[in-house]
């Protein structure tokens, strides 16, 4: 099962701390897989792959427009998120999901599936909506049924005749693997003033602007709210992973199954955003690749694949 929440808006460095929270609770198995959504204040994040260059206004710009700037360990560049942008941030253990053939999720294969979800969720409200093959992320502006070295990437629903032309971006993703944990997500332009946009190069791409669905759907008038969307979207994770859901009342509603949760790994106390005592995992999480990044087979292990197969799997003649 997929538990939900929605959050409304809650400030950038107070949602890390709550990804910390969530993360070792689901490491311990004291909580099931959770999506969070909600909106953030103006702010700029820099992944691990970023470069400052990107960033284009300077120190004394960001302060008077009031962006602040975080520092993570997502993948990716930099990204903007702002009021009327749903951020989600799915807290996932990697390790109970399965792919169309059974195997355990990798870290692409939750990428190219939140891409999924979101293209569906374009598609629910008449915009057409894929991907482009290297760029992670949802696009929209796509040539009709274009694919794009995926056997998920494909466009559904139809393009406003007033909405801009060319390839342009309306989600970003970047996520962040530890002990097969998922944390951070992606970002879906909804009503973002796309202005502040001006301040970056958004995930390092120049020659591709950015869009929003007030600027794409058919009937502007008709564009759910954010809360409305979230629901929507949540309801295309569950189709998407195959995984039912169930929306979540309240983070009390989740810290309380916690706290009646057996413990199936070891853990250790950490102090809560709420000033609680929560589990923890007792070691430090090693650091997984994130996003679009592959996992190679060790040479060590390599070598090992070559040795003859142990005596007792050879067959015994009669």
């Not at 360990?73 to 053939?101: E, K, M």
């Not at 293209?119 to 040539?143: F, K, N």
Request: hydrophobic share 40%; glycine share 10%.
């Amino acid at each position: 099962m997929i538990q939900y929440l929605y959050l409304g808006r809650v400030d950038y460095g107070e949602a890390l701390r709550l990804q910390e929270e969530l993360v070792a609770l689901r490491t311990a198995e004291r909580i099931g897989n959770v999506l969070l959504l909600l909106e953030h204040p103006p702010v700029l994040t820099l992944g691990r792959n970023a470069r400052r260059a990107n960033i284009l206004a300077s120190d004394e710009l960001l302060a008077a427009r009031g962006v602040t700037l975080h520092e993570i360990n997502r993948g990716g560049d930099v990204t903007y998120h702002g009021p009327g942008q749903l951020v989600g941030y799915p807290i996932f253990d990697l390790r109970s999901l399965r792919n169309a053939q059974g195997a355990r999720l990798g870290p692409v294969d939750f990428v190219r599936l939140m891409e999924e979800a979101l293209i569906r969720l374009c598609g629910e409200l008449d915009v057409a909506a894929g991907r482009i093959g290297g760029l992670t992320g949802v696009w929209i502006g796509l040539p009709p049924g274009a694919a794009h070295g995926s056997p998920l990437e494909k466009s559904c629903g139809r393009t406003s005749k007033d909405a801009p032309t060319g390839e342009r971006k309306i989600a970003a993703i970047g996520i962040h693997v530890a002990r097969g944990v998922t944390s951070h997500g992606f970002a879906f332009n909804v009503t973002t003033d796309l202005r502040d946009f001006t301040l970056i190069n958004p995930c390092g791409i120049t020659d591709r602007p950015v869009t929003s669905l007030a600027l794409e759907v058919p009937d502007a008038a008709a564009l759910p709210t954010l809360q409305a969307l979230a629901h929507r979207a949540a309801r295309q994770f569950g189709a998407v992973f195959g995984e039912p859901v169930e929306k979540l009342d309240s983070l009390a509603a989740l810290r309380a199954q916690a706290q009646t949760a057996p413990a199936a790994r070891p853990e250790a106390p950490a102090s809560g955003s709420a000033g609680q005592e929560l589990p923890a995992p007792e070691f430090p999480a090693p650091e997984f690749p994130a996003n679009d990044t592959p996992l190679q087979v060790p040479p060590a292990i390599e070598r090992l694949r070559q040795l003859p197969r142990p005596a007792r799997d050879r067959p015994i003649s009669a």
